[in-house]
C-alpha cells in the first residue's frame, strides 16, 4: 500500500505539473511573456496561524520579514491560556530559505506586548509594540534594537510613547510614517477623547537613527465630535502633518445637497511652534475622498475625487498644489471622467450620458513624479453586512462580505491636468476574512507601475474586456499587471496558487529594490517567500 501511495502522488504531482504547463501555453497564446518569478522553498510555519506581515529590507545577507505568531486586528488580541506567543524576526537568504529567526521580546513582568511594525535604517532594525494596561489606564509603545548583521538584541525594550486608555473602544494607538527622502520618522498617537472636547494627539519625530528630535501634544481647534483625522504625514525637514475633515453639522455625517464638510490639513513647524491651517474646498461640489503629499519644496500636493451627487460616488478627479510658505494655491485643476474611461465601468450608451458616477473609490496611493506631476492609485473597496435571524438560537448572525474590485492609476501633468486613466480590471470578494487574500501590491520602476494581485485564470486566458471573473481563492493564479508611461495595460502570469500549493497574499508584498519585488503565500501550516524581477 505504501508503494501505491507513492506512485499515486508522484502521479498526481506530475497531472498538476501538466495541467499548469498547458495552461501557461495557453496564456502564452494572449501573453507570450511570463514574469520572471523564483519561489523559495515550501517551509513549515511554528504556528498555524502564523504569517508573515512584514517584509522589512533585503540586503546582500538575505531578506528580513517578520512573521507574527498570533496576528490580529486591534489593540486586543485572542485570549490564550499561555499567552500570545512572541513575533519572530527572520532571515531567508538569497535562495529565499530561512536561515535564521530571533524572538521579538513580547513580555515585561507579567504584561504581554503586541507587535505593532518594524522598520531599517543604518544596519539596525527597529521593533515596536504596544503594551495595554488597564489598571494604569494606559497604552504604552515600547522599542526594540536588533544588530542586523548578527540578529541580536542591542538591549531590552525601551518604552518610547504612552496614550491615554479609557476602556476596550476608547483607547489612544500608534501609527508610524517616514518623510519622502526616509531620513525623517514621525510617530503619531490619537488620545482618547470626551465628549464636546477638542481632538488631541501627540506627534513626536525621529531622525533615521531614532534619536528625538521633537515631540508636543497638540489641541485641534475642533471638538471630537465635529473632526475627523483622516492621515498624517512627515516631511524631509521633520515638519508634522495631519489631514482631516470638519464637519458643519452636529455630528459626523455626510449629507445629500450641498457639501457639510470640509476638507483641513494642519502643519506643525519649528519644532511643533508654528502652526498653519490650510483649507481645501471644491465650490458646491463634494469633495468624495482626498489624500496628499509633501513635495521636496515643503510644497503640499493634494488629490482626490469628486462627485455632484453625494459622498460616496465620483464623477472625476480633483488636484491642487499648496505654496506652503504663503498658503496660497499654486495650481489646481479638475477632470471629469469621459465616456471612453467610464466603457470600462458600464455600457457605452450609459457611459455617453455623461452624467454617470463610480462609487466606492477609495485613494491608496499618491506618487509625486519629479518634473511636479504625480500619479493616483485607487482601488473599489467596501464591505457589506448581511444579518440573518436564526430561530433556533433566537439571535441574528452576521456575514460580512469584503469587496476588493478594479484598480484605477491616474497620471498627473505637472499643470494639474490628466495625461491618462488606467482600469486594471479586478473582482474580489470573500466573506468573513477581512480580505487576507485581496486587494494589491505595487511597485515602480523605470517609469512604469508594476502592481500584483490573485486573479482568476480566465480573465489570463480569454482576456474578455467585458466580463471580469471573480478571484476563486486556491484554484487563482497570481498577475502582475503593468501600466506603461503611456498607460497601456498589460498583464503577465506569475504563478499559479494550486501549483504552488499556497496563497499569495499581496498585503504582505514589499518592492525591495528597483527591480526587484518580494512576494510572499501561505496555505495552512505553510509558507513561501518568491522574488519577482520586475
Same mark, same amino acid.
Given at each position: 500500500?505504501?508503494?501505491?501511495?507513492?506512485?499515486?502522488?508522484?502521479?498526481?504531482?506530475?497531472?498538476?505539473?501538466?495541467?499548469?504547463?498547458?495552461?501557461?501555453?495557453?496564456?502564452?497564446?494572449?501573453?507570450?511573456?511570463?514574469?520572471?518569478?523564483?519561489?523559495?522553498?515550501?517551509?513549515?510555519?511554528?504556528?498555524?496561524?502564523?504569517?508573515?506581515?512584514?517584509?522589512?529590507?533585503?540586503?546582500?545577507?538575505?531578506?528580513?520579514?517578520?512573521?507574527?505568531?498570533?496576528?490580529?486586528?486591534?489593540?486586543?488580541?485572542?485570549?490564550?491560556?499561555?499567552?500570545?506567543?512572541?513575533?519572530?524576526?527572520?532571515?531567508?537568504?538569497?535562495?529565499?530559505?530561512?536561515?535564521?529567526?530571533?524572538?521579538?521580546?513580547?513580555?515585561?513582568?507579567?504584561?504581554?506586548?503586541?507587535?505593532?511594525?518594524?522598520?531599517?535604517?543604518?544596519?539596525?532594525?527597529?521593533?515596536?509594540?504596544?503594551?495595554?494596561?488597564?489598571?494604569?489606564?494606559?497604552?504604552?509603545?515600547?522599542?526594540?534594537?536588533?544588530?542586523?548583521?548578527?540578529?541580536?538584541?542591542?538591549?531590552?525594550?525601551?518604552?518610547?510613547?504612552?496614550?491615554?486608555?479609557?476602556?476596550?473602544?476608547?483607547?489612544?494607538?500608534?501609527?508610524?510614517?517616514?518623510?519622502?527622502?526616509?531620513?525623517?520618522?514621525?510617530?503619531?498617537?490619537?488620545?482618547?477623547?470626551?465628549?464636546?472636547?477638542?481632538?488631541?494627539?501627540?506627534?513626536?519625530?525621529?531622525?533615521?537613527?531614532?534619536?528625538?528630535?521633537?515631540?508636543?501634544?497638540?489641541?485641534?481647534?475642533?471638538?471630537?465630535?465635529?473632526?475627523?483625522?483622516?492621515?498624517?504625514?512627515?516631511?524631509?525637514?521633520?515638519?508634522?502633518?495631519?489631514?482631516?475633515?470638519?464637519?458643519?453639522?452636529?455630528?459626523?455625517?455626510?449629507?445629500?445637497?450641498?457639501?457639510?464638510?470640509?476638507?483641513?490639513?494642519?502643519?506643525?513647524?519649528?519644532?511643533?511652534?508654528?502652526?498653519?491651517?490650510?483649507?481645501?474646498?471644491?465650490?458646491?461640489?463634494?469633495?468624495?475622498?482626498?489624500?496628499?503629499?509633501?513635495?521636496?519644496?515643503?510644497?503640499?500636493?493634494?488629490?482626490?475625487?469628486?462627485?455632484?451627487?453625494?459622498?460616496?460616488?465620483?464623477?472625476?478627479?480633483?488636484?491642487?498644489?499648496?505654496?506652503?510658505?504663503?498658503?496660497?494655491?499654486?495650481?489646481?485643476?479638475?477632470?471629469?471622467?469621459?465616456?471612453?474611461?467610464?466603457?470600462?465601468?458600464?455600457?457605452?450608451?450609459?457611459?455617453?450620458?455623461?452624467?454617470?458616477?463610480?462609487?466606492?473609490?477609495?485613494?491608496?496611493?499618491?506618487?509625486?513624479?519629479?518634473?511636479?506631476?504625480?500619479?493616483?492609485?485607487?482601488?473599489?473597496?467596501?464591505?457589506?453586512?448581511?444579518?440573518?435571524?436564526?430561530?433556533?438560537?433566537?439571535?441574528?448572525?452576521?456575514?460580512?462580505?469584503?469587496?476588493?474590485?478594479?484598480?484605477?492609476?491616474?497620471?498627473?501633468?505637472?499643470?494639474?491636468?490628466?495625461?491618462?486613466?488606467? *482600469?486594471?480590471?479586478?473582482?474580489?470578494?470573500?466573506?468573513?476574512?477581512?480580505?487576507?487574500?485581496?486587494?494589491?501590491?505595487?511597485?515602480?520602476?523605470?517609469?512604469?507601475?508594476?502592481?500584483?494581485?490573485?486573479?482568476?485564470?480566465?480573465?489570463?486566458?480569454?482576456?474578455?474586456?467585458?466580463?471580469?471573473?471573480?478571484?476563486?481563492?486556491?484554484?487563482?493564479?497570481?498577475?502582475?499587471?503593468?501600466?506603461?508611461?503611456?498607460?497601456?495595460?498589460?498583464?503577465?502570469?506569475?504563478?499559479?496558487?494550486?501549483?504552488?500549493?499556497?496563497?499569495?497574499?499581496?498585503?504582505?508584498?514589499?518592492?525591495?529594490?528597483?527591480?526587484?519585488?518580494?512576494?510572499?503565500?501561505?496555505?495552512?501550516?505553510?509558507? *513561501?517567500?518568491?522574488?519577482?524581477?520586475?
Amino acid at each position: 500500500m505504501e508503494i501505491i501511495r507513492g506512485v499515486h502522488f508522484t502521479f498526481r504531482k506530475k497531472l498538476h505539473f501538466l495541467a499548469f504547463l498547458f495552461f501557461v501555453l495557453q496564456a502564452g497564446a494572449l501573453y507570450p511573456q511570463q514574469a520572471n518569478i523564483k519561489w523559495g522553498p515550501k517551509q513549515k510555519k511554528l504556528k498555524r496561524s502564523a504569517l508573515i506581515s512584514d517584509i522589512i529590507e533585503s540586503t546582500d545577507k538575505g531578506v528580513y520579514a517578520v512573521m507574527e505568531l498570533n496576528p490580529t486586528d486591534g489593540l486586543y488580541r485572542t485570549l490564550s491560556f499561555t499567552g500570545p506567543k512572541p513575533p519572530m524576526i527572520q532571515l531567508h537568504d538569497h535562495n529565499l530559505k530561512l536561515v535564521k529567526e530571533v524572538a521579538i521580546q513580547n513580555k515585561i513582568g507579567n504584561e504581554y506586548m503586541y507587535y505593532k511594525f518594524a522598520k531599517s535604517r543604518n544596519g539596525k532594525i527597529y521593533v515596536f509594540s504596544n503594551l495595554p494596561n488597564r489598571q494604569a489606564r494606559s497604552n504604552f509603545l515600547f522599542m526594540e534594537t536588533f544588530d542586523m548583521e548578527t540578529l541580536t538584541s542591542l538591549g531590552p525594550p525601551k518604552k518610547i510613547a504612552e496614550s491615554n486608555m479609557k476602556n476596550r473602544s476608547n483607547y489612544g494607538t500608534f501609527y508610524l510614517t517616514e518623510s519622502r527622502d526616509k531620513s525623517m520618522f514621525m510617530l503619531y498617537d490619537s488620545d482618547i477623547y470626551e465628549k464636546s472636547e477638542n481632538e488631541k494627539f501627540t506627534v513626536r519625530v525621529y531622525n533615521e537613527d531614532m534619536e528625538l528630535l521633537w515631540d508636543k501634544k497638540i489641541t485641534v481647534p475642533y471638538t471630537d465630535k465635529l473632526f475627523e483625522i483622516k492621515n498624517y504625514r512627515v516631511d524631509n525637514f521633520g515638519n508634522a502633518y495631519i489631514l482631516g475633515i470638519e464637519y458643519k453639522d452636529k455630528l459626523k455625517t455626510r449629507r445629500r445637497g450641498k457639501p457639510n464638510y470640509e476638507y483641513k490639513i494642519l502643519s506643525y513647524k519649528n519644532k511643533g511652534e508654528d502652526f498653519k491651517e490650510y483649507s481645501v474646498e471644491l465650490e458646491d461640489k463634494f469633495i468624495t475622498d482626498l489624500n496628499f503629499r509633501i513635495a521636496d519644496n515643503e510644497d503640499i500636493i493634494c488629490a482626490g475625487f469628486y462627485s455632484d451627487k453625494g459622498t460616496l460616488s465620483m464623477k472625476g478627479t480633483y488636484f491642487l498644489s499648496v505654496d506652503a510658505k504663503s498658503g496660497k494655491i499654486k495650481k489646481n485643476g479638475t477632470k471629469q471622467f469621459d465616456a471612453d474611461f467610464l466603457k470600462g465601468f458600464m455600457s457605452e450608451v450609459k457611459a455617453k450620458k455623461g452624467n454617470k458616477e463610480l462609487y466606492e473609490f477609495s485613494i491608496d496611493q499618491i506618487i509625486l513624479r519629479s518634473d511636479g506631476g504625480a500619479l493616483l492609485i485607487a482601488e473599489q473597496f467596501y464591505i457589506r453586512e448581511v444579518a440573518r435571524y436564526n430561530q433556533q438560537t433566537g439571535f441574528y448572525e452576521y456575514t460580512y462580505y469584503y469587496y476588493y474590485n478594479d484598480i484605477i492609476v491616474i497620471n498627473i501633468r505637472p499643470d494639474m491636468s490628466i495625461e491618462w486613466a488606467t *482600469k486594471i480590471p479586478k473582482r474580489q470578494v470573500t466573506t468573513n476574512d477581512g480580505g487576507h487574500f485581496s486587494s494589491y501590491a505595487y511597485a515602480i520602476q523605470g517609469g512604469q507601475i508594476h502592481l500584483i494581485y490573485n486573479d482568476n485564470m480566465k480573465n489570463v486566458t480569454k482576456n474578455n474586456p467585458d466580463k471580469t471573473y471573480a478571484f476563486n481563492g486556491k484554484r487563482s493564479v497570481v498577475v502582475l499587471a503593468t501600466i506603461n508611461k503611456d498607460g497601456t495595460l498589460s498583464r503577465k502570469l506569475v504563478s499559479s496558487n494550486k501549483a504552488e500549493k499556497i496563497l499569495t497574499r499581496p498585503k504582505s508584498c514589499e518592492q525591495i529594490a528597483d527591480d526587484e519585488m518580494i512576494i510572499y503565500g501561505e496555505l495552512k501550516k505553510y509558507y *513561501k517567500i518568491g522574488a519577482i524581477q520586475l
